[in-house]
């Protein structure tokens, strides 16, 4: 089974359930009223498309019923499918690794799955022939290193490691080394998991960062935060405070197969 048809499958309940909610809605409903965009706002709400993406899409259906004088049912259904569709923006997805070396940072809070994350993202760009050198820089979780090594191996990458309780900076600085001896195209850097709340676990982020940014000048630099897509909206609050840590440049949402909450995050964190 692929990757999509599992994602797919994963939301197959959530789809489900959304369409026969607002199918009973348009079917209860035989009036175009505000009792009725009211009823479709708490069915977007409850479906964790968020609070204020419901609202703005309401909004938006409010505004086009007026505009254009809807008064059948049906034509209500088809603008809301419209404004839904509006608001999915065609994002480049690709990672920026243009330089040689690039550097790809994942940053989140414990238990996200970083570095499972890390691992297919490795393998991904190692089926593109590309060299590839993992730094273990979670130097805190027990079995993080012996974790990630599993990752890299399978993948074929090499992987530099020190031992437990070490500076992270400093397991990153080495990586850079061995990156540029090896002439390796990309350094993905793994980080411990923090609470986005304690500013000593962020300063350390910046720290890395630096040590990046100081011997790694001119190369391309992916900074990706990792979210359990199982959060939902708390994930802004993780974005904002990373992103001022390290300037977040993507997202990696995970558990997405088991959970709509993901697609609602997405679009808020934008």
């Known amino acids: 089974m692929g990757f999509f048809h599992k994602l797919k499958e994963g939301l ?4 489900t359930s959304f369409d026969e909610k607002l199918n009973n809605a348009f079917s209860v409903f035989r009036k175009v009223d505000e009792e009725l965009l009211e009823e479709l706002e708490e069915i977007l709400i409850m479906s964790d498309v ?3 993406t419901s609202t703005n899409i309401i909004s938006s259906l409010r505004d086009r019923i007026k505009k254009e004088n809807i008064k059948e049912i049906e034509q209500v259904k088809q603008a809301l499918r419209e404004e839904m569709q509006e608001i999915l923006d065609e994002v480049d997805n690709k990672l ?5 070396p690039s550097v790809i940072l994942v940053v989140g809070v414990n238990g996200v799955g970083k570095t499972t994350s890390i691992g297919k993202i490795a393998n991904r760009l190692k089926k593109e022939n590309k060299e590839i050198v993992i730094a273990a820089a979670d130097t805190f979780r027990a079995a993080a290193v012996e974790q990630l090594e599993i990752w890299a191996n399978r993948a074929g990458c090499s992987i530099v490691k020190k031992e437990e309780g ?3 900076a400093s397991v990153v600085y080495e990586a850079i080394k061995i990156t540029k001896e090896k002439n390796a195209d990309i350094l993905i850097c793994d980080t411990a998991g923090r609470l986005h709340n304690k500013k000593y676990l962020m300063d350390e982020l910046e720290k ?3 040590v990046i940014n100081k011997e790694l000048p001119d190369a ?3 900074i990706l935060l990792v979210l359990d ?5 708390n994930a802004i609050s993780q974005v904002k405070a990373f992103k001022e840590a390290t300037n977040v440049t993507g997202l990696v949402l995970t558990k997405l197969d088991g959970t709509a909450k993901g697609r609602s ?6």
Do not use: F, H, Y
């Not at 197959?12 to 789809?15: E, G, L, R």
């Open 229 to 233: 897509a199982t959060t939902g909206q």
């Open 166 to 168: 070490v500076d992270p």
């Open 96 to 100: 920026n690794i243009s330089t040689k």
């Open 50 to 52: 968020g609070l204020d």
């Open 265 to 270: 995050c997405n679009r808020n964190c934008k």
């Open 12 to 15: 197959n309940k959530t789809k």
């Open 220 to 222: 391309s630099k992916e």
């Open 208 to 210: 890395i960062n630096r």
